[in-house]
């Protein structure tokens, strides 16, 4: 059956409660609670409506004049660029990578120019001991940085240290895996641990305004380890790629709330740390003294950055009823799959008895659709045996009708491969701005093939 609600309000702060009682528990006023008439409701509904008991909150209008968040530089130009301008205070920053990779490296670098400024910068490590992050500031030329270093896994530990003198301006967290908060049951890295002690620190960051970086470690495929509620709940997410064979890392904004994902930072390891790289692209050209087949530059786009990658092809034929295979490094398969059908099926010709190899150089990862021209250049040249000239760029993405369509920035692209003493583009016929290179338009693949064959 159905019973009469009843409800006290206050009448100074308007909070709600079933019963009375001589004192309000929000406002701390007396004799302020009166019964107001309700009307009737289920045990259940009592128990579960949020309708009533709550605060009021602020509300403020989409076009309200606010002060755009203060940045805090690095001083690393090319950190800066990938956060959108450098660390904003009270935000928390999610940086993963393999191991490996330079992710300490990194913060280290930049936690050293921040303290140098004369901010407070606290390094946390749960990982190492405050020794050898000291030895490593010490190899990277760092040793004299105003840094403060401490090894602790306790999240209750490090906030009460944070919290007793005046809030750090960067708090670095290396890892989040290796956190731990007494409030809840488990080992360090497990999937409760890992949000309750990120939630704490994330409460920390907003209420003290400290910009708080966090780094997580990765699984096998690449993914930040961990629940994937951790990416949603910090403001910037950064991954760290590059092989530790090759000498260049990237590092690549996936989330961030205070800038755009469109823009890299591009660094070099060197024994003295990681060094900015100002151009990218001399890290992925091969220096060509003789014409090679299969092999054509593309001016990919990263951001508002070009950068320049070599496209290599590798087409073997094979005997009669062997499998071919399909080896992609750099690239989407799936996608060199769809070019390789266009190729068959728009132009004529035949990969089905060939092996087919595609690369790119440097162990750069090409994810702009541009790429479509260029590999289907270098495709064309492996399997004809033609070399393509080696001052010319292709851009340009394929449709499955075979048409060449335009892409975006194709006036920046040219502009970059002019820079690097290149003087042809291959590219869509709709390309207007030339960018002071001489443009070879193509409205469809077929034409593309014959330009390439000489036909």
């Not at 997580?216 to 690449?222: E, L, M, P, S, Y």
């Not at 260029?374 to 009708?401: C, H």
């Amino acid at each position: 059956m159905a019973k009469l609600r009843k409800r006290y309000v206050c009448q100074a702060c308007g909070s709600v409660t079933a019963q009375w009682q001589g004192q309000c528990g929000d406002c701390g006023d007396w004799n302020t609670l009166v019964e107001e008439a309700g009307g009737n409701v289920t045990p259940f509904q009592a128990k579960h409506n949020l309708q009533s008991g709550g605060r009021a909150i602020q509300l403020t209008g989409l076009n309200t004049d606010i002060a755009l968040p203060d940045r805090m530089a690095t001083g690393i130009a090319e950190l800066d660029r990938a956060l959108g301008g450098g660390f904003v205070e009270g935000s928390a920053t999610l940086i993963g990578g393999d191991p490996g990779i330079g992710k300490s490296t990194l913060l280290l670098q930049a936690a050293a120019k921040i303290a140098e400024r004369g901010l407070r910068v606290a390094y946390v490590s749960g990982e190492e001991a405050a020794d050898q992050v000291r030895l490593r500031a010490r190899r990277l030329g760092l040793g004299k940085a105003p840094v403060m270093l401490a090894a602790a896994t306790s999240v209750r530990d490090i906030l009460t240290t944070m919290g007793e003198g005046p809030a750090p301006a960067l708090l670095v967290i290396d890892s989040i895996q290796t956190m731990h908060s007494d409030l809840i049951e488990g080992a360090p890295g497990t999937v409760s641990q890992v949000r309750a002690s990120a939630g704490e620190l994330i409460r920390f960051a907003k209420e003290q305004g400290t910009a708080v970086v966090l780094v997580g470690h990765v699984t096998k495929d690449g993914s930040i380890a961990g629940p994937r509620v951790l990416e949603h709940m910090v403001d910037t997410v950064l991954a760290f790629e590059g092989e530790r064979s090759h000498q260049y890392r990237i590092l690549r904004a996936v989330k961030n709330r205070f800038g755009g994902t469109d823009e890299i930072g591009v660094f070099a390891m060197e024994s003295e740390g990681l060094s900015e790289v100002a151009n990218p692209s001399s890290l992925f050209l091969t220096q060509r003294d003789e014409s090679v087949t299969g092999t054509i530059v593309f001016p990919a786009l990263e951001g508002t950055r070009p950068v320049l990658v070599e496209v290599q092809a590798l087409v073997v034929r094979l005997a009669s009823g062997a499998t071919p295979r399909r080896a992609v490094v750099g690239w989407d398969s799936s996608r060199l799959s769809m070019i390789l059908a266009v190729l068959e099926a728009r132009c004529g010709l035949s990969f089905s008895t060939c092996e087919v190899y595609l690369n790119i150089a440097g162990g750069y990862r090409v994810q702009d659709p541009a790429a479509d021209l260029a590999v289907a250049a270098a495709l064309v040249s492996a399997l004809a045996e033609r070399p393509l000239a080696a001052d010319a760029v292709a851009f340009g993405e394929i449709a499955l009708s075979g048409e060449v369509r335009p892409v975006a920035h194709g006036a920046l692209r040219c502009r970059e491969a002019g820079k690097l003493g290149f003087a042809r583009a291959l590219a869509p016929a709709a390309q207007a701005d030339k960018g002071g290179l001489v443009l070879s338009g193509f409205k469809n693949l077929a034409a593309f093939v014959d330009h390439l064959l000489g036909r």
